[in-house]
């Protein structure tokens, strides 16, 4: 392996910089991946699988550590942490690399930190976790809240959560999915756009393309180096985009012709979708908050070549009066925890906190209110958030149901055999991780009173 050295010196720093800038991970993953594009792909492999899965594996990493070491994790200097986290997933998860590479490659990267008294105890510590990991005594059931934050890594405010609304077995099967390789669904574009070609461009650029779950349009991708190189993506015939959020704007019914409005769109995947659904007919108005995210839509409208599509800067909290019953769907995709897509962004579970979750809960109800306002008579208003748990979900449609003119209405014409029945005759669904084949996700099919 080339840069050998230099990979771990790049993982530390990119988790450093996590830690100090309270970045998002993939979005710090993402940048370096791109300034080393030119390394081979086994190096850039190395770098993404050391990062994410220390991040993923911080809680059991940390177990480990202070099974041995004398000073506690949340004791010692940040540096030193994290060299000994990432060190010890390569003992413990990355069977290519030998044991004492590891250690020589920590104290190396010790002493360059400018920790060179500190080398011996770097080199003891993971010295005798490379000899003794073997006797690690791990909580089990018998302490559930332990045993699955510890065991999966999840910290025990979720893992309590969980317990509470899905039981032990689901939540069990919710954080081992967390800790899956996650496969990256695209969605084909249906209109102008052969689906045929689309995969076999695809497939002589070497990427491994298999069906996704749930509907034609979705497909797996693996073995490519770098999206932005696939002419299929530089052509916009394909669209990052998981299978939950596709199935959201399924949900919405849209019909060509019809007036939608997407409140929280960036990065546009469900506007574009719903442009897709209409062909040459109707239009979407595709709202975010910022100007960069308006950007980010403009990007892949632009890529995708789509027409009935506009993006446009506002916030979704502040009355829109011009819109007032004028909208046939109404997307609503609200900012939220994003607790279904930790397998995808580790670094959520870790920033996870009762107090965060009931301030996404106060605007999620702003926007929600709008949203309803903006609702034809007979209009449809789907509501949806990629986390799990009732307090950003059920708890905010029966809110809303108890003050505006609106019904659930059945999911059913509108998934495939696999998602029926549950909660989806009764009007929403809330995916699980590891329970369903997606990202967890929960969406809500509202349709207005005619007046
Ligand atoms: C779940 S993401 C949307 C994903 C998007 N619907 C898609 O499918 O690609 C939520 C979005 O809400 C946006 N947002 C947050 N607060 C907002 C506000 N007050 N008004 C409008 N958009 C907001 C965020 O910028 C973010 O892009």
Request: net charge neutral; proline share 4%.
């Amino acid at each position: 392996m080339t840069n050998y050295v230099n990979m771990r010196e790049l993982a530390l720093e990119s988790m450093l910089k996590l830690q100090k800038e309270g970045r998002q991970s993939h979005t710090v993953f993402r940048k370096v991946l791109e300034k080393y594009q030119y390394l081979p792909k086994q190096d850039r492999a190395f770098y993404t699988r050391l990062c994410e899965g220390t991040l993923e594996y911080r809680i059991l990493l940390d177990y480990v550590i202070n099974y041995f070491s004398k000073v506690h994790t949340e004791k010692m200097k940040p540096v030193l942490r994290e060299i000994l986290r990432l060190s010890v997933y390569q003992i413990k998860y990355m069977d290519g690399v030998p044991d004492s590479a590891v250690v020589n490659e920590a104290v190396k990267l010790a002493q360059k930190k400018g920790f060179y008294q500190l080398k011996g105890f770097v080199n003891g510590v993971l010295r005798t976790i490379s000899r003794e990991i073997g006797q690690v005594r791990y909580p089990d059931w018998k302490t559930p809240v332990d045993y699955l934050s510890v065991c999966y890594s999840m910290p025990e405010y979720l893992v309590n959560q969980w317990l509470d609304q899905f039981g032990f077995v689901d939540t069990e099967a919710i954080c081992q999915s967390f800790l899956e390789t996650k496969p990256m669904t695209v969605r084909v574009r249906q209109t102008g756009n052969s689906e045929e070609e689309t995969l076999e461009s695809l497939r002589k650029q070497g990427v491994t393309v298999s069906k996704a779950p749930y509907l034609d349009y979705a497909w797996y991708l693996s073995g490519y180096n770098y999206l932005n190189g696939l002419d299929a993506f530089a052509e916009g015939r394909i669209q990052v985009q998981d299978v939950s959020s596709m199935l959201a704007v399924e949900a919405a019914g849209i019909r060509p012709g019809d007036r939608v409005l997407d409140l929280c769109a960036a990065p546009g995947g469900k506007s574009l979708l719903a442009a897709d659904k209409m062909g040459l007919y109707g239009h979407v108005e595709a709202r975010d908050l910022t100007l960069h995210k308006v950007e980010l839509i403009q990007e892949n409208i632009e890529r995708s070549g789509a027409i009935n599509i506009t993006a446009r800067q506002a916030d979704a909290t502040e009355f829109d009066r011009s819109l007032e019953g004028k909208a046939d769907v109404v997307l609503a995709d609200v900012p939220c925890s994003g607790y279904g897509v930790i397998g995808r962004k580790p670094d959520i579970k870790y920033r996870a906190s009762a107090q965060s979750q009931r301030e996404l809960v106060r605007l999620q109800r702003r926007i929600l209110e709008n949203a309803a306002a903006y609702v034809k008579p007979g209009g449809i208003l789907v509501y949806s958030t990629c986390t799990i748990g009732r307090e950003e979900n059920q708890d905010n449609i029966e809110w809303l149901l108890s003050g505006k003119p609106f019904r659930l209405e059945s999911l059913e014409p509108y998934l495939c055999r696999e998602l029926q029945g549950g909660t989806a005759p009764e009007g929403y669904l809330q995916l699980l991780p590891g329970i369903h084949k997606c990202d967890g996700f929960f969406m809500a099919r509202l349709k207005k009173a005619k007046g």
